[in-house]
């Protein structure tokens, strides 16, 4: 059992560097920062398990694909989501962000305008 300092942690991070802080079930508890910018991040999905996204620092909005449609939810500072299994999800970070992450399960990634669309 280890304590983590995250300040120094992400400190010692070049910018979209993953750390990876502990393994989770088959996953990974981590965190990472941007400067962020236009642009969003590729698709991911989780098919096993639900995702938690912590906003540290900034702010992120997260486009989730459900069933009724896209969900976009703005996290600031001290917020959290958790993304339910099986969703496609993606994020965007207009300001420096940094984020703790709590995947503990596996990961699939996407580049496609509709992930859902691919099989």
Do not use: Y
């Not at 398990?49 to 459900?66: A, C, H, P």
């Not at 917020?79 to 699939?108: A, D, I, Y």
């Amino acid at each position: 059992m280890e304590s983590h300092d995250l300040r120094k942690t992400l400190a010692g991070l070049d910018e979209m560097q993953f750390a990876e802080l502990e393994t989770f079930n088959q996953g990974a508890l981590g965190v990472f920062w941007t400067e962020g910018g236009p642009g969003a991040s590729p698709w991911e999905m989780h098919p096993d398990t639900d995702e938690l996204l912590q906003i540290l620092e900034g702010e992120s909005i997260v486009t989730v694909l459900t069933d009724a449609g896209p969900q976009v939810t703005r996290l600031r500072a001290v917020s959290c989501l958790v993304v339910p299994r099986g969703c496609w999800h993606r994020q965007e970070m207009p300001v420096r962000t940094c984020e703790l992450f709590l995947t503990p399960g596996r990961t699939e990634h996407s580049t496609a305008e509709d992930p859902r669309k691919e099989k």
